[in-house]
């Protein structure tokens, strides 16, 4: 909204209804109304899987979601996974797809190194900024 200079942002189809607004600090950022609760909470998967331990794994880093949407480990259902723990990968490697509106987004590792974790299990929904890999540095 910043980046566009958007201030009021407000969108109502069918019983769903949000807005969205910028300006004042102390107003809340976001107004949300529903009509009665058609639909059943959905709890959102965190580290699912439990990540195979690697030595040294203060020095890895995340590699991290840029968008909310659903992880994939691999481009279709019948091909293997992008990356495996071990997998040496650099700045230009595709590491999973986030699927997004349906749009697939390849997400890239952006640096140097190895794979030391998968933190998600594959077709889980996945937040902006949540960790999806860790890697060594090489």
């Known amino acids: ?6 201030t009021e942002f407000e969108l109502e189809k069918e019983e769903f209804k949000i807005r969205l ?8 950022a976001a107004v949300y109304d529903e009509a009665p609760n058609n639909y059943a909470a959905q709890p959102i998967a965190t580290s699912v899987s439990a990540p195979m331990m690697v030595a040294d794994a203060s020095s890895d880093q ?3 979601s840029p968008m909310i949407g659903t992880f994939y480990r691999s481009p279709s259902p019948e091909s293997g996974s992008y990356v495996e723990i071990g ?3 650099n ?3 595709v590491v999973c797809i986030i699927e997004a509106m349906k749009v697939m987004n390849e997400i890239k590792a952006e640096a140097k190194g190895i794979i030391t974790h998968v ?12 960790p999806l890999f860790k890697i060594r540095p090489a």
């Open 91 to 93: 700045p230009d490697t």
């Open 119 to 130: 933190l998600l299990d594959n077709a889980k929904p996945v937040e902006f900024g949540q």
């Open 87 to 89: 997998t040496e990968v």
């Open 62 to 64: 995340e590699i991290k």
């Open 21 to 28: 607004k910028r300006g004042n600090a102390n107003a809340p």
């Open 1 to 6: 909204m910043k980046k566009n200079s958007v």
